[in-house]
T-cell receptor, first 115, second 110 residues
């Protein structure tokens, strides 16, 4: 009953530090996503992976890298954190383009503060 | 014009009231439509998909108006527990990835 699991839930970083947000899904979904959500800005897509082995930039990819490690796992890396990357990060997954509806399921979120 | 737009609210209504939100979209080729609910400091969760003919789930009714390019969510007999942010999502126009609106905040008070 896990769905989409992401870690850590909370993290404080100093400017310039690096970190990786981990995400795994157990729904056998093809597509996975990383979003950030900021007050007044809504959900913005950072990167997505349509299927295992592929990754693509979303709306706000600068400062981030991703790895689709296998079908289950999709990680987001901040190489050199900046205060502008303070946000709530949501990992998500869906069946993908093969499914006409393509409902997206979200993890519980990771609260990241860069000081 | 933003791809998907919502009135941020907040909509402040008493228990038992009927409230409706709209969500407009700019891409006429959009194919799939959804309403998500997001509680404070929680992840968005699918509330309901929106079908062309409209659909109802208990106190919630979703409608699609393709001519005017908007979807709506009607909540009848509002409960305190309905207090949340409601996000619309629209898919289509060459992408299978839905675009989310910024959400409408609903506060139901006693």
């Amino acid at each position: 009953n896990a769905g989409v699991t992401q870690t850590p839930k909370f993290q404080v970083l100093k400017t310039g530090q690096s970190m990786t947000l981990q995400c795994a899904q157990d729904m056998n979904h093809n597509s996975m996503y990383w979003y950030r959500q900021d007050p007044g800005m809504g959900l913005r897509l950072i990167y997505y992976s349509a299927s295992e082995g592929t990754t693509d930039k979303g709306e706000v990819p600068n400062g981030y890298n991703v790895s689709r490690l296998n079908k289950r796992e999709f990680s987001l890396r901040l190489e050199s954190a900046a205060p502008s990357q303070t946000s709530v990060y949501f990992c998500a997954s869906s069946e993908g383009q093969q499914n006409s509806g393509n409902t997206i399921y979200f993890g519980e979120g990771s609260w990241l503060t860069v000081v | 014009r933003k791809e998907v737009e919502q009135d941020p609210g907040p909509f402040n209504v008493p228990e038992g009231a009927t409230v409706a939100f709209n969500c407009t979209y700019s891409n006429s080729a959009s194919q799939s439509f959804f309403w998500y609910r997001q509680d404070c400091r929680k992840e968005p969760k699918l509330l309901m998909s929106v079908y062309s003919s409209g659909n109802e789930d208990g106190r919630f009714t979703a409608q699609l108006n393709r001519a005017s390019q908007y979807i709506s969510l009607l909540i009848r007999d509002s409960k305190l527990s309905d207090s949340a942010t409601y996000l619309c999502a629209v898919k289509g126009g060459g992408s299978y990835i839905p675009t989310f609106g910024r959400g409408t905040s609903l506060i139901v008070h006693p």
